[in-house]
């Protein structure tokens, strides 16, 4: 049975379509992305994710939430009253234009083409932050009582280095319930660990061959299979090495280099399954070369041996899988070779099954069998909320009162705000069949989706807040 009349909240969304579309497009005008090298007092992500900050706060005291910034990393827009907080997580910070030559619009400007809005950020996480406030609003309106009050909590850097919400939390309570709308709905209860790691290697004395890999140029961006490499090798024997390279896309003669690209199919890290890895073909062309250079041979074993036509970690023997989370994932992001040095960064995640330590031990160890430096760049544990959960039981019933449909519960690779927090899940915004292309170039979201969205928030909130 739903707390307010579904018609209600459904004409209340209608009237607001123009208002929503509007806020959202403030947002996405404002091109959030880090840049330490700008940042001020309050600004230490930089003025354009200050910017974004400033938006929202203003759009959320315009609907008489009560708004607090804490030095610029995270902010909270409340409403209610009691002792006890329902939390709603989201950011503000997005991704660069990775490919910006594939964008059919302005990625700052919000477009809408055929029932979707369009622009950098849209979806992740501009757009279901502002669902959360509209329903907010909604029940706000509707002089709902409410009995705990409901924080939106803000981040400005989700997609970076997570220190705004480690800032946030040392100056704030946990609230006793959470949800971060940055995902899908159902329910993400779980969400695999994630270790991002880089080797970097120098000290190989190269011995000239007949074939000589000189240089590797890849893409340098993060969260992403590899699915360009510009590789540069000197050869004495020119028509040999071009008919022993049989992956290559292209292959272009320059006096004495031969340059070639390899090209793959794009997929976030977390999905390395469903990408195609540029490197792969490169480690596979390097098998055929058996007179190849020192540096070259060092970096085909090092390939071959751990990384290979592998996306789960076989090679590396650290393979696991269960039936909650599903199984361990090893991405190759990319991997440059120049000024003689090889670096190589790569992407581990993996289910509650398995033993972070066992796991960088494994990875500890072949750095020190190959004399190779670690660096851990990036480290999430393991989050999980049990379906028995006061929490997931609310919104399993928010859902169902709206769509008629049981919320299944199911695990991802990526990372939320949900993490931070210990009863905390990702729900929406959106359904199986959207195509959101997060991260990527035509970001959208789709406006039904939208719409449905607040409905279920409505719902939520009403539950965790009101009753």
Same mark, same amino acid.
């Given at each position: 049975? =739903?707390?307010?009349?579904?018609?209600?909240?459904?004409?209340? &969304?209608?009237?607001?379509?123009?208002?929503?579309?509007?806020?959202?497009?403030?947002?996405?005008?404002?091109?959030?992305?880090?840049?330490v090298?700008?940042?001020?007092?309050?600004?230490?992500?930089?003025?354009?994710?200050?910017?974004?900050?400033?938006?929202?706060?203003k759009?959320?005291?315009?609907?008489?939430?009560?708004?607090?910034?804490?030095?610029? !990393? /995270?902010?909270?827009?409340?409403?209610? #009253?009691?002792?006890?907080?329902?939390?709603?997580?989201?950011h503000?910070?997005?991704?660069?234009?990775?490919?910006?030559?594939?964008w059919?619009?302005?990625?700052?400007?919000?477009?809408?083409?055929?029932?979707?809005?369009?622009?950098?950020?849209?979806?992740?996480?501009? /757009?279901p932050?502002i669902?959360?406030?509209?329903?907010?609003?909604?029940?706000?309106?509707?002089?709902?009582?409410?009995?705990?009050?409901?924080?939106?909590? &803000?981040?400005?850097?989700?997609?970076?280095?997570?220190?705004?919400?480690?800032?946030?939390?040392?100056?704030?309570?946990?609230?006793?319930?959470?949800?971060?709308?940055?995902?899908? !709905?159902?329910?993400?209860?779980g969400?695999?660990?994630?270790?991002?790691?880089?080797? =970097?290697?120098?000290?190989?004395?190269?011995?000239?061959?007949?074939?000589?890999?000189?240089?590797?140029?890849?893409?340098d961006?993060?969260?992403?299979?590899?699915?360009? /490499?510009? *590789?540069?090798?000197?050869?004495?024997?020119?028509?040999?090495?071009?008919?022993?390279? #049989?992956?290559?896309?292209?292959?272009?003669?320059?006096?004495? $280099?031969?340059? *070639?690209?390899?090209?793959?199919?794009?997929?976030?890290?977390?999905?390395?399954?469903?990408?195609?890895?540029?490197?792969?073909?490169l480690?596979?062309?390097?098998?055929?070369?058996?007179?190849?250079? /020192?540096?070259?041979?060092?970096?085909?074993?090092?390939?071959?041996?751990?990384?290979?036509?592998?996306?789960?970690?076989?090679?590396?023997?650290?393979?696991?899988e269960?039936?909650?989370?599903?199984?361990?994932?090893?991405?190759?992001? +990319?991997?440059?070779?120049?000024?003689?040095?090889?670096v190589?960064?790569?992407?581990?995640?993996?289910?509650?099954?398995?033993?972070? +330590?066992?796991?960088?031990?494994? !990875?500890?160890?072949?750095?020190?069998?190959?004399?190779?430096?670690?660096?851990?760049?990036?480290?999430?544990?393991?989050?999980?909320?049990?379906?028995?959960? *006061?929490?997931?039981?609310?919104?399993?019933?928010?859902? $169902?009162?709206?769509?008629?449909?049981?919320?299944?519960?199911?695990?991802?690779?990526?990372?939320?705000?949900?993490?931070?927090?210990?009863?905390?899940?990702?729900?929406?915004?959106?359904?199986?069949?959207? =195509?959101?292309?997060?991260?990527k170039?035509?970001?959208n979201?789709?406006?039904? =989706?939208?719409?449905?969205?607040?409905?279920i928030?409505?719902?939520?909130?009403?539950?965790?807040?009101? #009753?």
């Amino acid at each position: 049975m =739903t707390i307010l009349d579904r018609s209600y909240i459904q004409e209340q &969304i209608k009237n607001e379509k123009d208002n929503l579309i509007r806020d959202i497009a403030s947002l996405v005008e404002i091109p959030s992305i880090r840049h330490v090298e700008n940042k001020y007092e309050n600004a230490p992500f930089g003025k354009d994710i200050r910017d974004a900050f400033d938006m929202f706060i203003k759009i959320a005291t315009r609907e008489g939430l009560l708004c607090e910034d804490f030095e610029g !990393f /995270a902010l909270h827009a409340e409403y209610g #009253k009691g002792d006890e907080i329902i939390g709603i997580l989201g950011h503000l910070d997005i991704v660069p234009i990775f490919e910006d030559d594939q964008w059919n619009t302005d990625p700052f400007k919000l477009v809408e083409i055929d029932g979707h809005l369009y622009g950098r950020g849209v979806n992740d996480d501009k /757009a279901p932050l502002i669902a959360a406030l509209y329903a907010l609003k909604i029940l706000k309106e509707a002089n709902v009582e409410f009995k705990r009050r409901v924080r939106l909590i &803000i981040g400005g850097a989700e997609e970076t280095t997570w220190e705004c919400m480690e800032h946030y939390f040392s100056n704030n309570p946990q609230p006793i319930y959470s949800f971060s709308p940055d995902g899908d !709905f159902p329910i993400v209860n779980g969400e695999k660990g994630i270790i991002n790691y880089t080797y =970097t290697y120098s000290a190989i004395t190269d011995v000239d061959s007949m074939h000589n890999l000189i240089e590797i140029e890849t893409k340098d961006e993060d969260g992403f299979v590899c699915d360009y /490499a510009k *590789v540069t090798f000197k050869s004495s024997n020119i028509d040999k090495l071009k008919e022993l390279l #049989k992956e290559a896309e292209s292959i272009v003669i320059d006096e004495e $280099k031969v340059i *070639v690209i390899y090209t793959g199919l794009r997929a976030l890290s977390r999905n390395p399954h469903r990408g195609i890895n540029a490197l792969f073909k490169l480690g596979k062309d390097l098998n055929h070369l058996i007179e190849l250079n /020192a540096k070259g041979q060092y970096l085909r074993r090092l390939l071959n041996q751990y990384f290979l036509d592998d996306v789960k970690g076989e090679k590396v023997n650290l393979y696991d899988e269960d039936e909650v989370m599903g199984f361990t994932t090893l991405c190759l992001k +990319n991997v440059n070779f120049r000024n003689e040095e090889i670096v190589i960064h790569f992407d581990f995640r993996y289910p509650k099954s398995s033993n972070k +330590n066992h796991i960088k031990h494994t !990875f500890e160890k072949i750095a020190e069998d190959n004399q190779i430096q670690l660096t851990i760049t990036k480290e999430l544990d393991v989050h999980y909320v049990s379906p028995e959960s *006061v929490l997931i039981k609310n919104l399993q019933m928010a859902y $169902k009162n709206v769509t008629g449909e049981d919320a299944e519960l199911f695990s991802k690779g990526g990372a939320s705000y949900a993490r931070t927090l210990k009863e905390g899940v990702v729900f929406g915004p959106t359904f199986i069949g959207d =195509t959101p292309n997060t991260h990527k170039a035509n970001e959208n979201i789709k406006l039904q =989706t939208l719409f449905k969205a607040i409905e279920i928030y409505c719902e939520a909130i009403y539950l965790l807040a009101c #009753k």
